[in-house]
């Protein structure tokens, strides 16, 4: 693990954040639609570096719980940039009926993206800062493994309790959250659908945040997950396909 190069990437990654971030609000009010196309491209380029840069981070630090958070997220945004730039490549019915959904959907996730990131970035850089110091003089900045496993250990134990304690607190103050989110899981199972993204989940419960209750049913054994292009799916225990 190169120190240097991770904080290279990091310093990259906070650049072209700021850089999305300053251009973001043009979409807000915009009515003409070639200048809501432009500015959307404009973001998707920026979006594409980003998700670049911190797959390259992902690969460099793996197994880190924020590295593949931030991965994660700005895999979301550039998959919902997408959607947009397609719908507004079309000027049929359809597509204008499309274009406001998928335009609150990216209002909405913006609203956790931006916090989402910095605090990734944030936890990042404190955490290479640290990398640094244990590194010392040595040449190539290598950090221990044994460190750094140890520190990992910590870190998904930390992350784990904090999605624990939110599910259990969902699960006491509305249970029939909890119920309905199993319930679509098994819905989208019996149309066929091994492994369902969290969204699709949350559409179908009507639940918001339903991927929070999804995490904790995964850590208490109900659910199964995995990643898939950066973004965990789940599947319930209990179906068993064909």
């Known amino acids: 693990m190169n120190v240097e190069e991770i904080k290279s990437r990091l310093s990259r990654l906070e650049s072209l954040h700021s850089a999305f971030e300053n251009k973001f609000p043009a979409i807000y009010g915009e009515?003409?639609?070639e200048a809501l196309l432009e500015t959307v491209?404009?973001?998707?380029?920026?979006s594409r570096e980003k998700l670049e840069v911190a797959a390259g981070l992902y690969r460099e630090m793996s197994g880190d719980a924020?590295?593949?958070e931030l991965y994660r997220n700005e895999h979301q945004m550039k998959f919902r940039l997408e959607e947009l730039l397609s719908l507004l490549s079309r000027d049929d019915?359809?597509?204008r009926v499309k274009?406001?959904?998928?335009?609150?959907?990216?209002?909405?996730f913006h609203r956790v993206y931006d916090y989402a990131?910095?605090?990734?970035l944030g936890?990042?850089?404190?955490?290479v800062e640290g990398m640094a110091l244990l590194a010392g003089g040595e040449k190539e900045k290598k950090v221990p493994t044994g460190i750094m496993e140890e520190l990992r250990k910590v870190k998904t134990l930390e992350a784990e309790l904090g999605t624990l304690k939110r599910f259990l607190l969902r699960l006491y103050t509305h249970p029939g959250d909890v119920h309905?989110?199993?319930?679509a899981l098994r819905d989208w199972h019996s149309r066929g659908l091994l492994w369902v993204e969290a969204r699709n989940v949350e559409k179908l419960s009507g639940v918001a945040d339903a991927g929070e209750i999804l995490e904790g049913l995964t850590l208490i054994g109900v659910v199964e997950k995995k990643m898939r292009g950066g973004e965990g799916v789940y599947r319930h225990r209990s179906y068993s396909p064909g």
Do not use: C, I
């Open 31 to 33: 009515k003409d639609r």
């Open 41 to 46: 491209k404009a973001l998707h380029t920026v």
């Open 66 to 68: 924020q590295a593949k």
């Open 93 to 95: 019915y359809d597509s």
């Open 99 to 108: 274009l406001e959904t998928a335009m609150e959907r990216l209002v909405q």
């Open 117 to 120: 990131v910095r605090k990734a």
């Open 123 to 127: 936890e990042l850089t404190s955490e």
């Open 180 to 183: 309905k989110v199993e319930a």
